[in-house]
Every structure is written in structure tokens, then in C-alpha cells.
């Protein structure tokens, strides 16, 4: 990996999953990993429940909008993680890529929304732990 890993979450709308997961990694990380996501079909704001969600354990992703995916976000990215955004997001050699399985917290109650908060957290945790290992 790059000095500063370039990290791009995808889903869909961009609205929950990748919020969510972008919103983790920039807490836990700082400035030392560059983050970002976007979505195939952007939602016109971001889940207000996966914003409260994430309230609830104190990270601030209120001011987050939802962006359209491009080719360019994905070609200068060091990984790209997909959750649902299935066939539309682009391929480039050479670009790492993973998919977290993940249920879209579209339409759910914050009780619902929770446990998918949790699986997106230990997931990040899990890739911190790759990309920035104990010095």
C-alpha cells in the first residue's frame, strides 16, 4: 500500500452503507488515510436514520452528501469497497477491490440500522488494522 491509501466506499445511493463506513474510517484514521464515497445512483441526502445512528456513538456525519460514482473516483483509488452497488461500478487493473455484504439500511428503523452500524464498524476496524499496522 501507498503511503496514504486512497480508500473509496460504494454503494448505491451513498447514503447509508458507504456513509456510514467512510464516516467510521475518517474517525478512527485522521488525516492518515484519504476517504471516500459515492454511490451508482445518488441519493438527493443522506438516511437521516444512519445519521442518527451514527450520532449515537458520537460520530458526525450530518454534513455528508451523497455523490455520483465515477470512473476517475475509482481509477485513483488504492482500494475500492463495494456494498450492493453490484455490476455498475467500474473495474481498472490494478485497483484493489472488496465487497461487504451488508444489508441497506434504506427505509429501516434505527433498531434496525444498529446492528448493520456494528458489522460496518468491525469491517473497518478489521481494514484499519491491514492498512495502518501497530508501528
Known sequence: MPEKPSILF????????????????THFAGDQVEVRSAGSVPATEVNPV????????GIDIA???????TADAVATSTL????????TCPV?????????????????????VRPIR?????????LLNELLPPR
Open 92 to 112: 481498472f487493473p490494478g485497483i484493489r477491490y472488496e465487497d461487504w455484504k451488508l444489508d441497506d439500511p434504506a427505509g429501516l428503523d434505527l433498531d434496525a
Open 63 to 69: 454534513a455528508a452528501t451523497p455523490k455520483i460514482l
Open 80 to 87: 475500492v469497497i463495494t456494498m450492493g452497488c453490484g455490476d
Open 50 to 57: 444512519a445519521v442518527a445512528a451514527m450520532a449515537e456513538i
Open 10 to 25: 460504494v454503494c448505491v445511493h451513498n447514503a447509508g452503507r458507504s456513509q456510514m463506513a467512510a464516516g467510521f474510517l
Open 118 to 126: 456494528d458489522a460496518i464498524r468491525a469491517h473497518v476496524e478489521t
